[in-house]
């Protein structure tokens, strides 16, 4: 056998073991993606993919080749007469139950189940194929022939299907959308309450995503996480009981800027996939059309104006990774040319064993590459030269400034780092990595470790609190606050407890959704703490208020300005969710997910996939570790029954 046919047989042969894989995956990834991309939307990303996977293919095909072409080289052809095909023939039984393995056996381990070392196991599968090498020597070649000709088929239609995907990869883009428009209700937002001043305020509203309330100092948490907000929040308005509408941030993003609830808007899927049809009942909507100008700062992809579809109000909405340090790792650059493609990075950049293989090789890092002082900077360049413009400077604005830490990975620059003990453990992104378990359940033996992290986790928080110390600083600089109103807020919180690390999953307990909301009017000499519940929801409104602009009927928040102004309000319940696994193409019927209510000292999370409920007393277990859904079953079923009613209505809502 010539090095040209051999090559030509490895290529073959790898070209179709790549083509199931992607085959198979490909139906698995459209069931979990159908549920918010429409098909058109997915196939020109699931073309793109097939092309570079193949790619990866054909890379790997010459690197194996190269291998055997090499081992058939240096094997004394005076000890053994050795030929190529049965070095070919060799590789084909190292790889093909490895790749049945990896494919239909992914969870088995032989490790794990017969208690068996995987040196053995090597050692077993190297002998096994010696003794057929051995005894099959004559008919190897044959067999090396035959499975060359049989392929051929399998060949001719990927090569279809490969010749196929070059024009669909090119169909589809950053226009291509799935999902809906909102419902378009008629207002008149152009008439502002009577008492609104001429002179209307300016709106500088910052969420640092992932702070959780139960580990800031301001909330009475035990560490020094938060001196400058605990101080900077004597003189504003703390709501102690304010609520996320969903635990991670999509979903939550989209309440805060509509004022509906996530049952209402729609949004609990990863939509930054291809963003919705352009949502028109939003907040920056109303503020623009009421004579605002309106901006975005928002270093988290997730919650961006383009991502929720609410992009069209804003005159600078800079894309997140321009609010990142620039990579200096090569796989991050060539990720950065499918952000729009994200089906696409993540098939080929993330999910698949050689880009997992490649990420171990990447640089360890100490310190987060979306350091929230590029946002607080643009932002107090961009104010600076909008100040020295006269007419810009007369018309009121609302920018959002949306900072990605505390998110995870917690990597706080020195002094922050290790400040809390336990230094040296879980101090870089590999470490934190290494965990394995960021974002879903652990064993009750890994509390510990558990424990070490969120030391890193509130060392990024004081982190980000000495950021915002010096951001405050710079505005009283470059603004005159006499007229602006600052709001600090979180979209949802961080999880350490409960058999649960970090964020988003089933679990609505109150590290997850309990969330700072501290809102510091203009001249504000004298802070007001706030016991009453809140949500996300009601901040819109809230803003709308201030700005002397009526709230519209499609918000379901409401104002919370009688409170600012020392006033009460009635009381009522408060709702949390998450629904990732309903569609949103088609019925979005809902009855999958969890949903959390407060009413008075009561809360009650409602587990819809298996219609498991718990009950807890926040006054006397703040902690939530006695479930009372038994023990108390009046409460719990009057808690249950608002939760039910309410998703009998937006299901009626969404049939129909």
């Known amino acids: ?66 291998i055997v072409y090499v081992i058939y080289k240096i094997i004394p052809k005076s000890i053994i007469h050795i030929r190529l095909e049965h070095v070919i023939f060799l590789l084909f039984l190292v790889i093909v139950p490895q790749y049945i393995k990896r494919t239909y056996f992914s969870n088995f381990s032989f490790s794990g189940s017969f208690g068996i070392n995987r040196l053995v196991i090597i050692t077993i599968g190297v002998l096994i194929s010696a003794v057929i090498i051995w005894f099959g020597y004559k008919y190897i070649e044959k067999i090396v022939y035959e499975v060359n000709s049989r392929i051929t088929p399998l060949i001719w239609i990927f090569g279809l299907f490969l010749f196929v995907a070059v024009p669909l990869s090119f169909m589809g883009g950053e226009s ?45 948490y035990k560490r020094p996480t938060t001196p400058f907000i605990s101080e900077w929040a004597k003189t504003a308005a703390v709501f102690n009981r304010a609520y996320a509408a969903a635990n991670w941030t999509t979903p939550a993003a989209m309440s805060i800027m509509t004022g509906q609830r996530v049952w209402t808007h729609g949004v609990w899927h990863l939509i930054y996939y291809h963003p919705f049809e352009n949502y028109d009942n939003n907040l920056p909507a109303l503020l623009r059309d009421s004579g605002y100008d309106v901006y975005s700062f928002v270093q988290n992809p997730f919650a961006h104006p383009d991502t929720l579809g609410i992009k069209d109000p804003f005159l600078l909405r800079d894309k997140a990774h321009t609010f990142w340090l620039p990579p200096e790792w090569w796989m991050d650059i060539l990720k950065g040319f499918f ?3 994200p089906v696409v990075k993540e098939w080929i950049f993330e999910r698949n064993v050689f880009a997992k293989k490649i990420n171990s090789f990447r640089p360890e890092s100490h310190v987060t590459d979306v350091p929230p002082d590029i946002v607080y900077n643009k932002f107090l360049k961009f104010i600076s030269e909008r100040q020295r413009e006269k007419d810009k400077s007369q018309t009121p604005f609302f920018a959002w400034l949306h900072v990605f830490p505390p998110h995870d990975f917690y990597l706080p620059s020195e002094p922050y780092m290790g400040m809390f003990g336990d230094a040296e453990k879980y101090n870089s992104d590999k470490k934190q990595s290494e965990i394995e378990m960021l974002g879903s359940a652990y064993a009750p033996q890994l509390q510990p470790d558990v424990d070490i992290l969120r030391k890193r986790y509130d060392e990024f928080v004081l982190y980000s609190d000495q950021q915002f110390k010096t951001f405050i600083s710079g505005i009283a600089e470059k603004l005159d606050l006499s007229n602006t109103v600052i709001i600090l807020l979180s979209d949802h919180g961080e999880s350490f407890s409960h058999g649960w690390l970090a964020h988003k999953g089933t679990h609505l307990y ?106 807890f007393d926040l006054k006397n277990d703040p902690d939530e570790n006695n479930d009372l859904y038994l023990s108390n079953p009046e409460t719990a079923q009057r808690l249950l029954q608002l939760i039910t009613d309410n998703i009998d209505r937006v299901n009626k809502r969404i049939t129909h």
């Open 1 to 66: 056998m010539t090095a040209k046919k051999s090559f030509l047989i490895v290529l073959r042969f790898l070209f179709l073991l790549f083509s199931l894989q992607f085959l198979r995956d490909s139906f698995y990834k459209w069931d979990g993606y159908s549920y918010y991309m429409r098909f058109t939307d997915f196939l020109p990303d699931l073309s793109l993919a097939y092309i570079l996977w193949t790619i990866m293919g054909a890379i790997a095909a010459v690197a194996l080749w190269l």
């Open 176 to 220: 291509s959308q799935a999902g809906r428009k909102a419902d378009n209700i008629s207002q008149d937002v152009s008439q502002f309450n009577a008492g609104a001043s001429s002179k209307r305020p300016n709106f500088i509203f910052i969420i640092m995503d992932t702070l959780a309330a139960r580990d800031m100092q301001l909330y009475g």
């Open 339 to 341: 952000l729009n493609k």
């Open 510 to 615: 109150e590290s997850l959704v309990h969330v700072p909301l501290i809102i510091k009017l203009p001249g504000q000499a004298a802070g007001r703490t706030i016991d009453m519940k809140v949500e996300h929801t009601d901040v819109a409104p809230t803003i709308l208020e201030l700005a002397g602009i009526s709230i519209p009927p499609w918000m379901e928040g409401r104002s919370l300005f009688p409170l600012l102004n020392g006033e009460t309000m009635q009381s009522q319940p408060v709702f949390s969710m998450q629904f990732s696994n309903n569609p949103v193409i088609g019925s979005r019927h809902i009855d999958k997910g969890t949903v959390a209510v407060w009413d008075g000292d009561y809360k009650l999370i409602n587990y819809l996939d298996n219609k498991k409920s718990l009950l």
